[in-house]
C-alpha cells in the first residue's frame, strides 16, 4: 500500500485549506485511515482518523474545525480544514492501517502501517 499526501500549502489564519491523501496498492487489507501532524520541536500528534465504516475521532483542538472524510470509490482521504489558526502549521501525515475488524479505530502512531512523506501546512496570523 502506498500513500500520498497533497494539498499542503500557506493560509492566514481564519483561513481554509483542504488535504487529499491518495491511496494505491492492496487497498482491501485497510480499515482505518488518519491524519497526523508534527509541528518544529514538537511529537508527532494525531489530528483526526476514520475508520471504512464512517466512525471518526478528532484532536480536542480541531474539532468543529476540522472534518475528515474518505471516499471510498477513489480511495481518497480528505482532511477539510476551516478557522484556521497560527498553531496548525505543521507537516501533515497521511497514515493507513490494516485489520481485519472493519471499525477499530487505532489510537497510537504505531498501529498505522502506512505513512505518507508528509505534506506542509502554514497558517499565518
Known amino acids: 500500500v502506498e500513500v500520498v499526501e497533497s494539498g499542503g500549502g500557506s493560509a492566514q489564519a481564519g483561513g481554509s485549506l483542504r488535504l487529499s491523501c491518495s491511496a494505491s496498492?492492496?487497498?482491501?487489507?485497510?480499515?482505518?485511515m488518519a491524519w497526523y501532524r508534527q509541528a518544529t520541536g514538537k511529537q508527532r500528534e494525531l489530528v483526526a482518523a476514520?475508520?471504512?465504516?464512517?466512525?471518526?475521532k478528532y484532536q480536542d483542538s480541531v474539532k468543529g474545525r476540522f472534518t475528515i472524510s474518505l471516499d471510498k470509490v477513489l480511495n481518497t482521504l480528505f482532511l477539510q480544514m476551516s478557522s484556521l489558526k497560527p498553531e496548525d502549521t505543521a507537516v501533515y501525515f497521511c497514515a493507513a492501517h490494516e485489520d481485519i475488524r472493519t471499525d477499530y479505530l487505532p489510537r497510537e502512531p504505531y498501529e498505522y502501517d502506512y505513512w505518507g512523506q508528509g505534506t506542509v501546512v502554514t497558517v499565518s496570523s
Open positions: 496498492g492492496n487497498i482491501e487489507s485497510l480499515n482505518a
Open positions: 476514520i475508520t471504512w465504516g464512517g466512525r471518526t
